[in-house]
Every structure is written in C-alpha cells, then in structure tokens.
C-alpha cells in the first residue's frame, strides 16, 4: 500500500498533482486505487471537474468524499481549497457505493447497508461518510451495527465550513448528496486496520438525567429546562452567542460502558429547549464537561503511540470540527504527530463513528484515528512537517482561556452553594422528627447536654418536662395509626406553639407519645403556671369523632452538678408521678 496527499488550493493544480502520481506508480502492479476528496465548501461545479479528470487519468478509481469543516493534509490544517488522499493498493480491493436517504427513509437505508457490507467478500473493514445533520444517523447506524461483529466499521459525519450549518453533502463519481451515506469497503486477506480514538473531555460536577427529549431536541435535564441548566451553572445563555459559548462544554454520556460526548448547536429562548448533534435516550446519566488542555494533550499522545505500535502505511484523521474551534491557531499541534509516523490526511467532521465492542457508536469532540496497511508492519514514512504554523488573532490569545476560567468559577460557585443548601437539608433532616417536624431526641440530647453544661459553668437556671399524651395506645387500638399520626402531630404543633412563649424555649419529640422541653434561664415558679394552662388549652383541642385527649407533664429544674442522665431521671419521675395520680396533670420533682 503507498499513501499520496495532496492539497490543492486551487482545482487548477490537480492535473500537476496527477501527473505526478502517475510517474510514481506506473511501474507498480495495484489491485486498486481509491480517491478521497474532502473539499472545503460545496462546488458542484469544481467537484464535477475533479472527479472527471481524476477518472480520465485512472479510469479504474474509485472515489468517495465529503464537504469538511477543514481538511487534514499531511498533518496540518487545510481550510481552503481541497484535499486530495490517494490509497494505491497492491492486492486489496474497494468499492464505493452512494445510499441517498429521504428523511424518514433511515431503517430501510440502515438494513440496506448491512446487507451490501456482508455481501461483500473478503471484506475487512466498511467506512462510512454520512451526512448527519440531514437525516437520522441513529436509526442507521442501530441497522448497519447488524452486520458482522469482525468487520471494521469507521467513519465521519460531513460538515461545513461553519461547524453549524447543515448544509453538507457526500460525494461519489456520479453524484453530490446532501442526504446520504457514502460506504467505502476494504477487502483482502493483506488488508490490515487498528481504530482508535482520543477525547480528552472530563465529566463536570454531579451526575444529571436526561427526563425529556424527542430526537435530538433535549427538553428537561433533571426535570429542568436544559437551557436554564447550562444558563444556571455556566451562565451560557440562550442567545446568538449560544453556540461559541458551548463548545467547551459538551454533555458527556455513557454509551454501552464508553465515554460518549454530545455537543448543543443551539437553544431556543422560548422554550429553553437544546438541539444536539445526535440523540439520547431517555433516562440516560449524563454530566456537563469540559475540555481541560493537559488530559486532551495526554489523550492524544496516547493514540499517537498506539498508531506507531501499529506501523501503518496510511493514517486516516476524522476530528471534530470543535477540537479545531477549541485548539484554534494551535490545532496542528494535535494532528502533526501523526505525519511523523506515515502519511496523514483527513477531516474536520460533524460527527465521529467507530464500531466498539459490538456496537457502532455516534461520536462528537472525539478524534478518530484509522491506521490501514498492507503485510507485514511498515518502516515509518514519515510525510510534510504538519506542524504548520497558523496565524494567532489576538482576540484569542486570551479570550477563550478567560471566558473558560470565567464559567468555571460560576459552575464551583453555584455547586458550592447547592452542596451547602444540601448539606443543610441533610442536617435537618438528621436533626428533625420526620413525622411532627419538631426537634428528634438524638437533637434534643444535644441540646440537653450542652444547655446542663453552660448552666453548670454559668450558674444559670433551667427548666426540663416531659409531656405525655394520655391513653394514648388506646386510640391507636380503637381509631387506628392514621388518627394516632393525626393526633400526635396536632398536639405537637400545639405544645411547640405554647413552648415558643417562653424564653428561648426548645421542644422535641423524645419518642412515641413523649415530648420534652427546655426552658433556659427561668426558675419553675416562672414556668409552672405558663406550663399548666398550656396543657389545659392543649387538653381541649377537639378531634371528629375521638374525645378530646389530655396530656400529662413531669418538670423537673436544674440543680448545680446536674448532668444530663440526672435531669432526665427527675423529669421522668415527675412524669410518672402524673401518670400514676390520675393523669391529665402537671407534677413536679
């Protein structure tokens, strides 16, 4: 196999081009000759004359192609103009073969694929340029993956030179389809191929669901309108700038156990709806995240050595268009590697797809790299230095490491601030009887303890009690635990309204039918008659169809050298004391 990349600029040096590669390879046996063209913009007119001079120079070609956020040529970026990748192959044969889809059409168009890639022989590997933002590339796809498990299934979305718009296409010697999937198959016991691909992306903050959606407009993320989730946490709001905004920040989700991202292209204002470059389900986990430079550099140097490992006489890029939006004037750093290994051509894509496990998975932010050889490992060819300089706008030196330090410290301030909203809600729910609302004992313990300690330090006075709710089995007996909870709470409401009379008064439910209360600072002469009228209101609440039950109290004041076991021992005699003189009464120790 040898590997030819050509830039042209201008469709006038094709023929210098062809020339050349004829000189090259006209003394060499080929089984097949396979013509990449990835053209920035769509000339209809343009692509006609190359796809026409190409064929009269190889009559034999096959061709495919597609329309690109920027062209990869020998490692470097190529944003005008085409690239031209030419795989000459000594013993392995290629088909290319253009399926047009009408939009609702994607299941027949999916199985038809599947169908064609297992009827090929001796096939190794199916490639497949689609353009995703026309049609529904899921459906296909979940088809397609039907295909035999062993075969190689790799390829790339088609996109424009604006990464938004949605006007692309897929190009074969006979045609330029705006709706479509271009399959190129690989076949022949030499034919050798190793996929892989880098993301660099880490998950942000907590985990989110995915509750609403319709294809590829995401409605609620948390049952939140999902504009207002990345307005809320990353002040990214739905307007014109939503896009540029965003591009960090893709959604990040799982897909069959791997890592898959989904970029937003736009909001509506309306509805706080989100369009993405591709589907989720329902109910899938998802994150927020965002590109951090060093493990994107990491990811990257790791594909690069597992390219090398493989020793390829070509090297196919398809990147996201994103990666070369975030990386900008530097984004030759992260495709020049390659070029130091073998010849390197691809493109910037809408959308990166690569079987793994048995599965064909819908990539986005992602890089894919496609490793192809002919026999034994190949010594390194290495092609042009693709580390080609770009220009650097000033505008960008700093803008975008700004405006991402800048989200990032909104998204810690908002998530510190719900982490503490959160933890409060858990203290409260630790401290809280769930039924009544009133303090538990675990808090009132607490706070028992820590008011006997002050009064001890302090020389202050206090006053514990313990209320009990009379006969109050026999109602749960006869009414049933449903009028039990409704008595239980009303009286607790009720005593908590008479314990707030009092000075920094506390109360909590101490267990089943009991309450306990603090009064600090007050002596009993000050608390006692306050205390027997309020279990005399609190005595005469009236329940439909049950008399009205009464409650029975034990106070007991705080003595120097108390300790908490020590008051709850008095208060609790005293309470017997009530229960066993007649109950419906106040009694003191």
Not at 25 to 50: P, Q, R
Request: hydrophobic residues 40%; negative net charge.
């Amino acid at each position: 196999m040898k590997q030819y990349n050509f830039e042209l600029e201008n469709i006038s040096h094709l023929e210098n081009a062809l020339d050349s590669l004829h000189k090259d390879i006209d003394n060499d046996s080929y089984s097949s000759i396979l013509f990449h063209i990835y053209t920035n913009g769509i000339d209809k007119a343009e692509i006609d004359i190359v796809i026409a001079e190409i064929l009269d120079a190889f009559p034999t070609a096959s061709i495919g192609g597609t329309s690109t956020n920027g062209g990869i040529c020998d490692g470097h970026l190529v944003d005008e103009g085409m690239v031209i990748s030419v795989s000459v192959f000594e013993s392995t044969s290629t088909q290319v073969k253009l399926f047009k889809c009408i939009p609702g059409n994607e299941d027949t168009i999916g199985k038809s694929i599947s169908d064609f890639i297992d009827s090929t022989n001796n096939i190794v590997a199916a490639e497949l340029l689609i353009t995703l933002k026309s049609i529904n590339s899921h459906i296909i796809l979940n088809n397609v993956e039907k295909c035999h498990k062993d075969i190689f299934v790799f390829g790339g979305g088609s996109a424009a030179v604006k990464i938004s718009d949605e006007n692309t296409c897929v190009i074969d010697e006979n045609d330029i389809s705006p709706n479509g999937v271009l399959v190129i198959t690989y076949s022949g016991p030499d034919f050798h191929i190793d996929v892989h691909h880098a993301i660099g992306w880490k998950a942000l903050g907590k985990e989110l669901t995915v509750t609403k959606i319709k294809g590829k407009q995401l409605f609620e993320i948390n049952n939140t309108p999902a504009g207002k989730v990345y307005s809320k946490y990353l002040d990214i709001q739905a307007d014109e700038n939503f896009f540029s905004n965003i591009l960090e920040f893709p959604i990040m989700s799982h897909q069959h156990g791997n890592e898959v991202l989904r970029l937003p292209f736009s909001c509506n204002h309306d509805d706080n709806s989100i369009i993405l470059a591709a589907d989720i389900d329902p109910g899938t986990p998802i994150n927020l995240s965002y590109g951090d430079p060093d493990v994107i550099k990491e990811d990257v140097i790791a594909l690069v050595k597992k390219v090398k490992a493989f020793a390829p006489q070509a090297i196919f890029l398809y990147s996201c268009g994103v990666r070369r939006l975030y990386w900008k004037y530097l984004i030759n750093k992260e495709t020049a590697p390659f070029a130091a290994i073998s010849p390197t051509s691809g493109f910037y894509s809408s959308g990166e797809i690569m079987r793994m496990d048995d599965h064909i998975i819908e990539h986005h932010v992602t890089l894919i790299a496609i490793s192809m050889r002919e026999g034994e490992k190949a010594i390194a060819q290495p092609s042009f230095n693709g580390d080609k300089a770009l220009p650097i706008p000033e505008e960008q030196k700093m803008h975008s490491q700004v405006s991402m330090v800048r989200r990032l410290a909104n998204f810690i301030n908002v998530t510190a601030a719900e982490l503490q909203e959160a933890n409060e809600k858990l203290q409260e729910i630790a401290d809280t009887d769930e039924l009544t609302g009133l303090y538990n004992r675990r808090m009132l313990n607490k706070l028992v303890s820590n008011a006997i300690d002050r009064a001890n330090k302090n020389g202050f006075d206090m006053i514990i009690g313990i209320a009990d709710i009379d006969n109050f089995k026999e109602i749960n007996d006869t009414y049933g635990h449903v009028m039990g909870d409704k008595v239980l709470v009303e009286l607790a409401k009720q005593l908590d309204n008479e314990v707030e009379k009092l000075p920094s008064g506390i109360i909590g439910r101490w267990g089943g039918e009991e309450f306990m209360f603090i009064a600090p600072t007050l002596k009993l002469d000050e608390v006692l008659s306050n205390i027997e009228e309020a279990r005399k209101r609190v005595s005469s609440i009236k329940f439909d169809g049950i008399d009205s039950p009464t409650v029975s109290l034990g106070l007991t004041a705080f003595i120097a050298g108390d300790t908490a076991e020590s008051v709850f021992k008095r208060a609790d005699a005293a309470l017997y004391e009530a229960k066993e003189t007649g109950k419906n009464k106040t009694c003191v120790k």
